[in-house]
């Protein structure tokens, strides 16, 4: 599991790198932009900084949802007696899960205000 992790955040590092690199390459027509649209290039950082935060949160989320379903089902098809015990704690554990996910989706709104 953890090989499948560190693969998937080695290729969101590759494929973020261009960002970063578009980033630094257009610093000049961002102070031209900047008089223009009175943005500058910390709300468009803020904005990247947001977006692979959402990303990133929901993702660790599905996958820890899905680890949490998978062993509860493990647990029920070793001890079907307990089944209703172990599906009320999933319950309560994806619940918990899913709460992370919404705050960084308000993380996103209340900051997001800034952006524009």
Do not use: H
Request: charged share 15%.
């Amino acid at each position: 599991m953890l090989k499948k992790v560190l693969a998937v955040a080695a290729i969101l590092a590759i494929v973020g790198a261009p960002a970063f690199a578009f980033d630094a390459a257009v610093k000049e027509t961002v102070k031209v932009e900047e008089n223009q649209a009175g943005k500058t290039g910390s709300s468009m950082s803020l904005g990247l900084a947001l977006g692979f935060g959402l990303a990133i949160a929901a993702f660790g989320g599905a996958i820890s949802q899905s680890n949490a379903i998978a062993k509860s089902v493990d647990a029920v098809a070793r001890q079907p007696e307990a089944g209703a015990r172990i599906q009320g704690m999933m319950i309560i554990g994806l619940a918990l899960i899913e709460t992370l996910v919404i705050y960084m989706l308000l993380i996103c709104f209340m900051w997001g205000a800034k952006i524009v």
